[in-house]
């Protein structure tokens, strides 16, 4: 053991032992995160172990949306290379777990993550006893790294990517990170700059691979023609409207898109306008500015019965999950956390449709798809509200080279299939020396 893991294990368990009462306290009242509290503490149903019945045993770990629908696509492609093998799947929030469970149609058992603590990691790991764990993205856990190596578990990062905007955090601390990287079997990464960024940390490049982004692999199977003639019924389209989309908008960034929609409703006074927020709780914050800017709207929920019709100019849509759905529809489509320093959104899934994508510069976390389309002609930046809706109007006017614009990026996606194959394969090899 090194000092310093031995001085993140100290910290780590002090952290527990003071704030336990204080969280036991706070799921009593709020009820938060009362359910399932022992699945976090390390222990794993006794019904969850009887369903891993196959060899190898195999631990994938995920949290955000992106990273679940990258597990799916490379739990797919396992499940076809090695068809006796058992996987659970972890996240850590309420929100993953519900979106996991959706998602893999339970096919697979899907369990809360164990805090990062010694006790809580040993616990679930001699419970589980996986053959392989399998982290996806940036989730990199010292204690579950550590103790698995200490008990002869391989450990993978699949689909890694370390963000421009994250680097400069962990070189601030990087003899730890270097210590931690180190219990990695296997680094498999989507770009050559992921590989570069978390060399830096101190990863050992022997132990590299670079096989693209996973996640976009099931974007093609997810698309479907009928999907979008229900959606246009449901909000009262026609073919001919033009439908700007501004999509996982976030604080600020919606008084940019109204404002670039004032000036397009000029040129072109039938456009709709659908926001897809990224949070929902801010539906009514957004439905005062959108007041605000004199525009009546509807929510998507007003859509529910079948005897409410869209009339408004504005629609926000105040419903998880249909997003995807929603780009379906669009003629002008922006994707939003990039005109403010949030990192940008996946540019893919409004491509994949066939639609040209609009964003900001800030677009740190989706620089592999953002550098797809650009190179394929089919993603402009935009710096703000003047220039948004100034390229819209544009195009709008030549649909022609919007048309082209948006065949270019679905082009651009089925081009790059496949990377979900190649990190399995990686866990395969990895599974060969156990």
Known sequence: MTILYATYLILTTGLFIFLSPYFWIYTRITGRYRDHIEERLGFVPDKVIKRLSGSPRIWIHAVSLGEIKAADAIIEALSIMMPGCSIILSTSTEHGRDLATKTLGGKIPVVYAPVDFIGSVCRALAAVRPDIIVFLETEIWPAWLYEARRMGIKTALINGRISVRSIKGYLKLHGFFRKVLNNFDVLSMITEGDADRIMAMGADPQRLKIHGNAKYDQLTSLVD?????????????????????????????????????????????????????????????IGSLVERHGFTYQLRTDFDGANTKRTARVVIINTFGELFKIYSVGTILFCGASLVPLGGQNVLEPAIWGNMVFYGPSMENFSDARALLEKAKAGIQVSGHEELAERAIWFLRHPEELNMAGERARVSVLKNQGAAKKHAEVIKKLMARV
Not at 234 to 243: E, Y
Not at 244 to 272: C, M
């Open 225 to 285: 023609s009928g999907m979008e003639t229900k959606m246009r019924e449901t909000l009262n389209l026609n073919a001919s409207q033009p439908v700007f989309v501004a999509g996982s908008t976030r604080d600020g960034e919606e008084k940019i898109v109204l404002n670039a929609y004032e000036k397009i409703l000029k040129e072109f006074p039938d456009t709709i306008l659908i926001i897809v927020p990224r949070h929902i709780k801010r539906t009514a914050e």
